[in-house]
């Protein structure tokens, strides 16, 4: 079974600023991948970045950055210089190998709001 | 263009009744999936849709039946609808055939079901 831990339930940043989103996980697969999503108020579900966990680098998307610790099975998302529209509600998931990876399992979600 | 799309965005309807939520991706993607956000935002896979066979069903009450005429296209149907129904349902696909950890899930913009 997999699980995906977000203890942040909510966070506030400055605008232009940074903020780390954290995401820890549990599997017992060797090979699997991370992914983040984003929720805007409006709703719709919008990728941003994954990282698989064979990769040797952080994945980078732009303003997003994903630090990875597989020893410690922590897939961070960072967001650099911060913009009011990045307020929304971030999802951490992660997909298995096998039957299980034909789902992605969801954390719980931590809401950010960025402070002008 | 719209890679995957519902219909319709809201639904409000009266308890005992039966619903259908469309869905149709653009993208050529082999797998198609629904997934439930419960009102505390949390996300679980609840159907998915392989090249028009399904795949994962998971622990979901039989009023709930996928149908899939064609690999571009995946609807819900939901017979006898109760309040515990209302949520928002998000329909997603990814391109591969076989279950692949890599493979990135792209979601359409959600229903927002109503039992009144």
């Known amino acids: 079974a997999q699980k995906i831990t977000q203890t942040q339930p909510g966070m506030f940043v400055q605008e232009k600023e940074a903020v780390t989103l954290d995401c820890t996980y549990d599997t017992s697969d060797q090979s699997y991948g991370l992914f983040w999503y984003k929720q805007p108020s409006s709703g719709e579900m919008i990728f941003l970045i994954y990282?698989?966990?064979?990769?040797?680098q952080n994945a980078t998307e732009g303003r997003y950055s994903l630090n990875f610790q597989k020893a410690r099975k922590s897939a961070n998302l960072v967001i650099s210089a911060s913009q009011l529209g990045d307020s929304a509600m971030y999802f951490c998931?992660?997909?298995?190998?096998?039957?299980?990876?034909?789902?992605?399992?969801f954390g719980k979600g931590t809401k950010l709001s960025v402070i002008p | 263009d719209t890679a995957v799309s519902q219909t319709p965005k809201y639904l409000v309807t009266q308890m005992g009744n039966d619903k259908s939520i469309k869905c149709e991706q653009n993208?050529?993607?082999?797998?198609m999936y629904w997934y439930k956000q419960d009102s505390k935002k949390f996300l679980k896979i609840m159907f998915s849709y392989n090249n028009k066979e399904l795949i994962i069903n998971e622990t979901v009450p039989n009023r709930f039946s996928p149908k899939s005429p064609d690999k571009a296209h995946l609807n819900l149907h939901i017979n006898s609808l109760e309040l515990g129904d209302s949520a928002v349902y998000f329909c997603a696909s990814s391109l591969r055939t076989s279950g692949d950890h890599t493979d990135t899930q792209y979601f359409g913009p959600g229903t927002r079901l109503t039992v009144l």
């Open positions: 990282q698989g966990s064979y990769d040797e």
């Open positions: 998931a992660m997909r298995g190998r096998g039957a299980g990876s034909y789902q992605l399992t």
């Open positions: 993208l050529g993607h082999d797998t």
